[in-house]
C-alpha cells in the first residue's frame, strides 16, 4: 500500500474525521480516486490510518476558499494561507486532495 505523511500534531483531526482533505504542491499531485493510502506522521513514518482519496483538485493558491479551509479543519482562509506559505513558500500551483478514513 501507497503511503501518505501528515505532521503528528493533525491525527486527532484526521482519524476523528474533522480533517478531510490535505494541500500538497506537484511533487504529492499522483494521487487519484480510490486509491487505498497508510496515513503516517511525517516525524517518525508511525502509522496513523489507511485512507481513501476522494478526489485530486488543481487549486491556485489565490483561489483557495472557505471550503478548503474548512475541509482542512481549520476556521479561516488566512489561517491556511498562513500555513501553506510556510510550507511552500512560493508555490501558487497546489492539489486538493480530499480524503476519508478508512476503519
Not at 482562509?77 to 500551483?93: A, G
Request: net charge positive; aromatic share 12%; charged share 30%.
Amino acid at each position: 500500500m501507497d503511503k501518505i505523511t501528515f505532521f503528528e500534531r493533525m491525527e486527532r483531526q484526521i482519524t476523528s474525521g474533522k480533517k478531510v482533505a490535505t494541500i500538497r504542491d506537484k511533487t504529492e499531485s499522483h494521487y487519484y480516486v480510490g486509491q487505498l493510502l497508510e496515513a503516517s506522521t511525517h516525524e517518525e513514518g508511525r502509522k496513523i490510518c489507511d485512507i481513501e482519496i476522494l478526489g485530486v483538485e488543481p487549486v491556485k493558491f489565490a483561489e483557495l476558499n472557505r471550503e478548503h479551509a474548512k475541509a482542512e479543519n481549520l476556521p479561516f482562509v488566512f489561517m491556511l494561507k498562513w500555513i501553506l506559505r510556510k510550507i511552500y513558500p512560493t508555490e501558487n500551483s497546489l492539489y486538493f486532495i480530499r480524503f476519508k478514513v478508512i476503519r
